[in-house]
């Protein structure tokens, strides 16, 4: 299969997101490694990634005889629902910024570089961009007391809302924080890659192909900092991906759900 996405874990993600988010159910392990390797995952890395998961208290295990079925935790639920918010809701397009940013600032002593890389990839997560050195901004207001909180960091941390005031202009905040044009190269190799006649020819059916675009987009939508559409391109290339995924997301929701209740046992773990 061309230009394969090679990390099982987010494929998984993608998996669980779609297939048993909000249905209360866990799946055959066996099941799952079928489906992977339609993708090119190995049964080896698939079984890995499903302890890794289960280790870290996003699955749990269900064992009815001598099977093993996987169902997600609270905690799993919260971080694919708000993947879902990302994919569904959020959008990849910014129309309604009201001119607000949310800027956090903190410093840390050197033997607490764990802390600052955990800050940081919470806060790049968020949609914050670096301004500068300490000082991180996003647009609109966002909830980083949430990150900051469960970090455990509320006594290095300041955080703030404000507006920008002449000689600053916010497009200059935009392109001083934030790279857009690594932004817009990421929303170009998609559309290079699904925006075809017949993306992805090799890949055996529209399961593959539904793990797959699922799992670009999401890692998309995650990297992007939902910037303000006023201080972009016209033809700002998110647009015409996000109109490429959802069309290509609907194209393959029910040849690749016909296909999954063909291969995926599952047993019912409510209550």
Known sequence: MEDPVTRPQPLMLSFLG???????????????????????????????????????GLLERHRR??????????????????????????????????????????????????????????????????????????????????????LGLTENVTVFTAQHAKPTESADLVHKAFDTDAIAARYKEFLARWDTAAPLPSAPDDLARQLILHTDWLNLVRQDPHLPAEHLAGDWPAIRAEETFQALANQYQQPAADIARQVIEEISVRG
């Open 18 to 56: 779609i297939y048993l988010l909000e249905r209360h159910t866990a799946v055959y392990s066996g099941s799952i490694i079928d489906v992977f390797a339609r993708v090119g995952v190995s049964e080896e890395a698939v079984r890995s990634t499903l302890t890794r998961m289960a280790g870290r």
């Open 65 to 150: 005889g001598r099977r093993v079925y996987f169902g997600l935790t609270q905690r799993a639920t919260d971080v694919l629902a708000d993947g879902a918010r990302r994919v569904w809701q959020t959008g990849a397009v910014n129309r309604d910024w009201d001119g607000t940013w949310t800027l956090v600032a903190f410093s840390m002593p050197e033997g607490r570089r764990s802390d600052r890389h955990d800050l940081r990839s919470q806060l790049i997560w968020a949609g914050f961009g670096l301004l500068q050195n300490g000082l991180w901004i996003a647009p609109g207001h966002k909830d980083a007391a949430a990150i900051v909180e469960q």
